[in-house]
């Protein structure tokens, strides 16, 4: 039995307690929250103990589920790692560079197993793709939000684009040649709103946009590629490949258009969209990774990779604005 402790017990954390009382072979220890009226409500509802030191939460689980606000990653994880327990940390990895590096490091030293909470990773309308052949050579990627409080401590950048940033870099086995970008602050200190462009040395392009300052929201990835066209609705878990040649026994829509290479059969098919729950996904993923001693589907260097080209994004946005 996995014994788990869950540090952060604010909007996600709650979400993390309902999907961890649901999961076999884990036994919730307890929680660390310094807010008092979060830890009291908590402790109502699931009737869990509330440790007031991370320390001696840390001292009585094999992983921790950290789920605080960013600022707070850096020192939780390092805590947890020097002790020789897991780690389960929200995205972003940390809160600066310096900290994703050290904590990579610390990592690497030890035997643990560090998971990072992207969780579009396990989003159905992504498991959908799972048995394309997906080699993208254009992407444009929109998510939109409308605004929340919760979450501007940081940059729509590490707030919403990451997670785009790590599934694009998942996908695309290239290394970054360029980044250009452009970002405006308009509620907040930082950008809310920003528009990317990052070109891979494969000749892959992505283009993405993200704004928490919507009217509507919009999680859309289109991926192009030499024979298909393949899109994929994160918000309204839809997946749509359209190709010239459709796979034996494929259930498509097909009709004909003309080329200037004669007439071509396009089909269009609606690859099956598992029912999951991807946080529950994400946490039995994490939960098997150190149970089978094998490598979590988002390692810290996966972690490490989106924040690296998250700041390199912010760099270029701040230099815009130094030079405008």
């Known amino acids: 039995m996995l014994k788990i402790g869950v540090f952060g017990t604010g909007h996600l954390g709650k979400f993390h307690l309902n999907n961890w009382k649901e999961i076999k072979n884990v036994e919730l220890v ?26 001696e939460l ?34 972003p990895l940390a809160n600066t560079m310096e900290e994703a590096r050290e904590l990579v490091k610390l990592v690497k030293e030890s035997n643990i197993k560090l998971q990072v909470g992207h969780v579009e990773r396990f989003n159905p309308a992504f498991l959908a793709t799972k048995s394309l052949k997906l080699n993208p050579m254009f992407m444009e990627v929109h998510r939109l939000a409308q605004f929340n409080p919760r979450g501007t401590e940081v940059s729509v950048i590490l707030d919403l684009m990451i997670h785009d940033i790590d599934i694009i870099l998942s996908l ?35 283009n993405l946009t993200s704004s928490r300052i919507s009217m509507k929201k919009m999680r859309k990835m289109r991926l192009f590629q ?19 040649k459709a796979d034996k026994d494929e259930n498509v829509f097909e009709f004909d258009i003309d080329t200037p290479k004669g007439k071509k059969t396009i089909a269009v098919a609606n690859p099956m969209v598992p029912e999951v729950n ?7 993923e994490f939960r098997d990774a150190i149970l089978n001693n094998t490598v979590p589907v988002v ?5 490490f990779r989106a924040m690296e080209v998250a700041h390199q994004i912010l760099q270029k946005i701040r230099n815009n604005t130094i030079n405008t």
Do not use: W
């Open 299 to 303: 390692s810290e260097v996966d972690g």
């Open 278 to 284: 991807a946080i529950k996904l994400e946490l039995e």
């Open 30 to 55: 307890g929680f660390y929250d310094p807010n008092d009226e979060i830890a009291s409500e908590v402790m109502a509802k699931y009737q869990l103990k509330r440790f007031t030191d991370p320390a």
């Open 226 to 244: 030499k024979d298909a066209y393949v899109g994929i609705d994160f918000l309204n878990k839809k997946t749509e490949v359209i190709r010239l």
């Open 172 to 206: 695309v086995k290239s290394e970054v040649k360029n980044i250009s970008a452009s970002g405006v602050s308009v509620l907040t200190d930082t950008p809310d709103i920003a528009n990317v462009r990052i070109e891979f040395n494969n000749g892959c392009v992505a």
């Open 58 to 91: 840390i001292a009585q689980i094999d992983a921790a589920d950290i789920v605080a606000p960013t600022n707070f990653h850096f020192e939780l994880c390092q805590l947890a790692i020097r002790n020789g327990k897991h780690v389960f940390v929200e995205k």
